[in-house]
């Protein structure tokens, strides 16, 4: 017992995860002490959500140690991870709505004999855990008549009853209210007083700062520090810790955007999207940048046809967003999210995939002119240099940033005149990031039209021209990038820090 | 800068092989070692016509397994095939029957006999034309949905036949193309019409635009939406083609015949299913061959024949199927994943 009293309750050591061609946790080592709330955080791709798999078995270290209670802690999927006493509270809630509050949290742990259940203080059990971290929830309650901020205390309920002492919440608040928030907040208190440590997930720095006890920032898959939120001096420095300024881009201004408006949508609403207008240039690389859920993909989605939405936009005069083809045939091509599930034929050869989105080009009557598609394919991998042998390599064996290219292939080959371009680099190597960002200038010093729909800012400020800022939805502000941006103000602004204020 | 990673040697576009390629080259090779072996166990196996035989005795199979091997490949299933086949056949003895006979099974509408062919292959589209709705607007799973109308069609032509056959009352030419030599041998039409079936399946497979729209489906349908391509009209053409194929051969069959058969095709849709999978086709979709699918169908033609010639009971066929399809399988699978290691 001693020995549980002093060594953490979770620590890590030279932890590594590696991806085809992408480190995504690369050598990272701290602990977390008991009873404590420990805050994660770090901009998109930084490491967060694999680190987090990797603790609750859901992926396996390449390399690395971790260790529950200072001995060896290997779980093989999330299951073994509970049997260790670590829970994840998803983003989704995993609840039944049919049944009451007490048979939710008592789901999974019946005890039986032969097949029938029988009377033990299981129940009793449960319902003081409930009581302790939140006594006004009524535990004979239909679970469907619960808000989503109660049933997410049922589900923390249910973990802290199951023997957890390790509970993962991973940006529990994205869906709260805030008197939903300050109610959270007081069950995670109660829940710390009664030895259960929390390792909290969340963009928003202002929740940290408040709840928090200890902060771990991670950057580019790297450990960049642990330490106390008492020795933190506000947002603006961890601010500074999650982007490392060094790391910046200098946005060197372009002189060739005209001022004719190619794209102009008014008042784009749907369930997440309120009232969204902005306007493109032809010539322009716009950004729109917003955390995760901030509606960055929707728009994309929007624009391109994929998802229909209320509001009009218009492509050179004419409206568009009926569907992706007819998108397409106006001048508008979308590299998408995932470009493995959403982008890519991985089945398929370089060649097979990137004649996709302009087939008329490549065809007389229906019949595919083979020595195009050849020449066109061969044109691509050169002029993206793409790394590969062969154009008839098979695309899923091409890493990330090669995978990534070839999508921008598929596009660039259907002669758009406005490339929508989600996510461009997630999952890329540095090096390859700056490649497709001098293609993305390229093509819009020939007079293309290029929107990036992106999480990480350095992208945004290297290489976009006017910056929208996106917040739950909206629009909250729009700037010309300038090398003397303020980087703080932005991120105080999209995670939440002006809510209403619309300059 | 662009002189880093370049190196002096060109980009190269031909690989020796693609995988599909390989596959069908193995299926081939296998047929035509599954051939020689029995010849080596039955007697008198090595022959010419037989040889000629285990093509032209499967001819609908065959047909039918283009229609299926172009779904398969797009990520759809069709076993609504063999049903069709029933009901189309029974459908153009019905219609073409004269009025009048002297009881309600040879009574039919007394259609002209193109009239009634053409009608009767409108109920095979009919029936494709079904799939398409449930599968592309409602979203089912193909394979329930076509399980469901391969159930429809063959229940239809059970109540036009009365769970019996109509073969009375049949004009003469009703006989005509089912039994039609060409070329001044004994191959009959239906065996020619299936070579140029073929043969157009491979050109559209393989140069044209909409054999590859139907590999880029198979192989990432919310890809292929998002590059602008439209599903839902391409799934819809490929059920009705495959509807439209099942129909013709089960026109023939019954002129074939002379006679309009509620069971005739039994089983045919897991025939022509098996001879895809044994000829290459993923079940998943975006990957197979027709030709592929030919030396399937050679395969089982081989095993189903030879066990005849072996004296073995007919009984023992469908385990022999088995294992030969166990055996394919898993070859393909393995072959594939050593190639790719």
Redesign the interface.
Known sequence: MTNQQQSPVLSVEGLVKDYPGVRAVDDVSFSIERSTVHCLIGENGAGKSTLIKMLTGALQPTHGTMKVNGSVYQPNNTHEARGHGIATLFQELHVVDELSVLENLTLGMEVSRFGFFIKSDLEDRVIQTLKAIEPSIDPSARVSSLSVAQKQIIEIARAASSGANVIIMDEPTAALSEREVDRLFGVIRRLQETGVTVIYISHKLDEILNLGDTVTVMRDGKHIITKPLSEVSGRAELIELMIGRSAFQTHTPRTKISDEILLKAENLTNDLLKDVSFHIHKGEIVGFYGLVGAGKTEIARAL?G?DQVAGSISFKGQKVGRS??H???AGIA?V?EERR?????????I??NI???N?RNL?DY???R?ADE?AA??EY??KL?I????????TEKLSGGNQQKVVLA?CLF?DADLLLLDEPTRGVDVGAKTEIYDIIKDLADEGNSVAIFSSELEEVLGICDRIFLLYSGSLEEEFINSPDVDVSHILNVVTGGHEGAVL | M?LV?KSAKP?????SL??EMFITMLVASVAVGIFLLASVLVPNFFQWQNLINLVTNNWAVISLGIGVTFLLVSGNFDLSVGGIVALSGVLSVWFVQSTGGVNALSTGLGMPYWLGVICALGGALAIGGLNALFVVRFRIPSIIVTLGTMMVARGIAQVITQGSQRNTNLPDEFGFLGNLTMFGTSIRFPVVLMAFMLIVAVIIER????G??T??IG??P?????????KAKHVTYLYLFSSGIAGVVGILLSSEFKSGYSNRGMLMEFDALVIALLGGVAIAG??GSVVGMFFGAIILAVVTSATTGLTLSPDWQFILKAVAVFLAIMTQTWALARR?R
């Open positions: 391109f994929a992706p083809k998108a397409i045939e979308l998408p599930t959403q982008g890519l034929f991985t089945n398929l050869t060649r097979e004649p996709v989105m087939l065809s229906g019949i595919f083979s050849v394919a061969i991998v050169d240099s790394a590969t042998d062969s154009i008839e390599k098979h598929k259907s | 662009s990673t980009i190269g576009h031909k690989r693609s995988d140069k044209m635009v909409f590859r729209i590999y880029w192989a990432n919310i890809a292929a939406t998002l590059s602008g391509i439209d975006g990957f790719n």
